[in-house]
């Protein structure tokens, strides 16, 4: 599963669409709008086909890099507010330590390469600000 | 020839608009348009050494030779997921 989407993330789901019978372990890493003084939110801009391929590419690699059998990555479009889930990441693996470092390397590559932009979103006395 | 130029975040703000149809002769290069975007939007400049470019979505080398229809994207730096 490859998605993004303003609606919220369905973990559950998430989890679900990676699910396989030769699968022992499922991570599942969940990145969410983490509270810092000021802000109230994140917007996030993304160049949407070119993300799309970008996290296709990712999960062709993970799996010649990692041999994880299957990955999904759900990313939030537009307005998220402190404690909400901007991302979702999940790997299913034949045993738990390669799904663990395809997880934590997939996230690392998506912050690098995938093109998608936030900017802080401010309670009413302070200024919005461009994140990088 | 036509090309489409896309913006985003930060440059987004500068140009005043997501995308242009941008005119251009027959074999220009993927550096010359940038090059042309640059004079045309100079508050772009300073930003020129980190900009990530790209050709119908994907990465593209500066010497890529443009063709009609094109989709050319200039990326500020990115940062997606979490911090």
Redesign the interface.
């Known amino acids: 599963m490859i998605d993004i989407r303003r609606a919220r993330i369905n973990l559950e789901a998430v989890v679900d669409s990676v699910r396989r019978d030769d699968a022992g372990a499922i991570v599942l890493f969940v990145?969410?709008?983490?509270s810092d003084e000021g802000v109230r939110a994140l917007d996030?801009?993304?160049?949407r086909?070119?993300?799309t391929?970008s996290f296709a590419a990712l999960v062709e690699r993970a799996k010649e890099k990692f041999g994880i059998r299957e990955m999904s990555i759900v990313?939030r479009l537009g307005r998220v507010a402190v404690g909400g889930d901007?991302?979702a990441i999940a790997c299913a693996s034949v045993h738990r330590a390669e799904a663990f470092a395809a997880c934590a390397w997939v996230?690392d590559e998506?912050?690098?390469?995938?093109?998608?932009?936030?900017?802080e979103v401010a309670g009413r006395k302070d200024r919005a600000r461009?994140?990088? | 020839m036509r090309i489409q130029v896309r913006f985003f975040a930060g440059y987004r703000e500068i140009v005043g608009s997501r995308a242009l149809s941008w005119s251009a002769r027959e074999g220009l290069t993927l550096e010359e348009l940038v090059d042309g975007v640059l004079a045309k939007y100079p508050r772009l400049a300073g930003h020129r050494a980190t900009m990530l470019l790209a050709v119908n979505h994907s990465v593209a080398g500066s010497d890529r030779v443009l063709r009609e229809g094109d989709e050319v994207a200039l990326l500020p730096p990115v940062s997606g997921g979490v911090r």
Do not use: D, N
């Not at chain 1, 990145?31 to 983490?34: A, D, F, I, L, P």
């Not at chain 1, 998506?110 to 900017?119: A, G």
């Open positions: 990145g969410s709008v983490r996030y801009e993304v160049y086909p070119m993300a391929k990313h901007s991302v996230m998506v912050k690098r390469i995938v093109p998608i932009w936030k900017t461009r994140l990088r």
